[in-house]
């Protein structure tokens, strides 16, 4: 089974454009998750959707960052303007998002995207 | 909020030897989950093993394990018989399980162990 798929896996832009990330979650899975990884923040959560809808978005830095789950297979997340404070490893992951067996409640990571902002 | 603290920023052991990674964590949640995950030079995130609050017993797979103390709130990763594949940053994550009530919820990690094998 494919597991969760990012693009790009590395984005290089200039400070003030627009960074759209991409994810695929694994099939069948309702909840979604994008976190941020710095070297001074750690790993720390973003936003997360439950069947498409967004729960969570207190970990948002700011207006510039927005995320999207038009459907099931497909979520964005977006930076505009960029700045290179934001220069980050992006992750997406994705499980079950039910109250069953562990394994359906057990989150699984895609590969990343490195950005780097100049 | 949840908090987790990893206390050794880094480690170094020999090849084939037994290492023990420290976690603690703060919740005043009853029904959880813990895991480790694994994170070599390529930067994926690896599930390494994950363990339910509500069981006492503690989790195993293959060489790794985990001392899952409730009480203490301590959750540390042994890993036996080591190899140079295991060298990595490993983190820690706390998860409401969804049986305390709502949805998915996201993890709490710490901020990670460097661990390296030397031969």
């Known amino acids: 089974d494919a597991g969760v798929i990012q693009s790009p896996r590395h984005e290089v832009t200039e400070m003030g454009q627009e960074v759209t990330l991409r994810c695929k979650p694994i099939s069948g899975h309702n909840s979604l998750f994008w976190y941020r990884q710095t070297m001074m923040r750690g790993l720390e959560l973003l936003i997360y959707f439950n069947n498409n809808v967004p729960i969570d978005d207190s970990g948002m830095p700011e207006d510039r960052f927005s995320a999207k789950m038009p459907n099931a297979s497909f979520s964005t997340l977006k930076i505009q303007p960029s700045e290179p404070r934001d220069s980050a490893v992006y992750f997406c992951a994705s499980s079950f998002g039910l109250a069953g067996p562990p394994e359906e409640e057990t989150q699984y990571f895609g590969p990343g995207t490195r950005l780097l902002v100049l | 909020a949840q908090t987790v603290t990893q206390s050794q920023p880094e480690m170094s052991v020999q090849e084939a030897e037994t290492v023990t990674l420290s976690c603690t964590y703060d919740?005043?949640?009853?029904?959880?989950?813990l895991f480790w995950y694994k994170q070599p030079p390529s930067r994926q995130m690896i599930l390494v093993i994950r363990?339910?609050?509500?069981?006492?017993q503690n989790a195993t797979e293959n060489r790794f394990s985990v001392n899952f103390q409730k009480a203490a709130k301590s959750f540390s990763l042994k890993i036996s018989d080591s190899q140079l594949g295991d060298t990595a940053m490993y983190f820690c994550a706390f998860m409401d399980s969804m049986y305390s009530g709502g949805g998915a919820d996201g993890l709490t990690f710490g901020k990670g162990t460097h661990l390296i094998i030397q031969p």
């Open positions: 919740t005043s949640e009853n029904n959880y989950y």
């Open positions: 363990q339910e609050a509500y069981k006492q």
